[in-house]
Antibody
Framework: EVQLVESGGGLVKPGGSLRLSCAAS????????MNWVRQAPGKGLEWVSA????????WYADSVKGRFTISRDNAKNSLYLQMNSLRAEDTAVYYC????????????????WGQGTLLTVSS | EIVMTQSPATLSVSPGERATLSCRAS??????LAWHQQKPGQAPRLLIY???TRATGIPARFSGSGSGTEFTLTISSLQSEDFAVYYC??????????FGQGTRLEIK
């Protein structure tokens, strides 16, 4: 089955750190760019970070730049998000999402999403 | 940063009727615009990319149109499973990739 499964969410105090993981299965993970997108409770979608298939290109939203680090391990079919200096406003469900590719072309939108993992930053 | 603005915030439509959702970009995104559907407690689902191309498995009652700064998602005959929140998303000029704030489609 083609799927993404996130893990690692939880309750963290402000200033703390956490690492999210996303396990991919059912497709050739190493050929796809991957992203993290988050959704604060009751709010809309916010793009967080992207990484190219071979990790050669990485991008971040300004809101997380310098605090979050995206990475991947293609041998383990896994995507990661290391989150440091966490703030209350980082509280959200974090989704990993696959870039959509069709007919040899890829588009920076997302056709496969995980179920999400909830991060709560609170004292 | 390109700001995406969706209207209306909430749309009330009866089953079987047509729904029209709008999305405006603060600057041209060409046709690099996608629509996603999200139901409560679920991850989003890609409906449309390239402004008007349905993603794999998406029913023909969903159609997208527009280019530049003005886009529309039309659902021709609403089914019960279509009541959800819809987000537009631009990927023409990034980072950052940006989403609209969403339109909630509810049963009238």
């Amino acid at each position: 089955e083609v799927q993404l499964v996130e893990s690692g969410g939880g309750l963290v105090k402000p200033g703390g750190s956490l690492r999210l993981s996303c396990a991919a299965s059912g497709f050739t993970f190493s050929t796809y760019s991957m992203n993290w997108v988050r959704q604060a409770p009751g709010k809309g979608l916010e793009w967080v970070s992207a990484i190219s298939s071979s990790s050669g290109y990485i991008w971040y939203a300004d809101s997380v730049k310098g605090r979050f680090t995206i990475s991947r391990d293609n041998a383990k079919n896994s995507l990661y998000l290391q989150m440091n200096s966490l703030r209350a406003e980082d509280t959200a469900v974090y989704y990993c999402a696959r870039v959509y590719c069709s007919g040899g072309d890829c588009y920076s939108t997302f056709d496969l999403w995980g179920q999400g993992t909830l991060l709560t930053v609170s004292s | 940063e390109i700001v995406m603005t969706q209207s209306p915030a909430t749309l009330s439509v009866s089953p079987g009727e047509r729904a029209t959702l709008s999305c405006r970009a603060s600057q041209s995104v060409s046709v690099n615009l996608a629509w996603h559907q999200q139901k409560p407690g679920q991850a989003p689902r890609l409906l449309i990319y390239g402004a008007s191309t349905r993603a794999t498995g998406i029913p023909a009652r969903f159609s997208g149109s527009g280019s530049g700064t003005e886009f529309t998602l039309t659902i021709s005959s609403l089914q019960s499973e279509d009541f959800a929140v819809y987000y537009c998303q631009q990927y023409n000029n990034w980072p950052p990739i940006t989403f609209g704030q969403g339109t909630r489609l509810e049963i009238k």
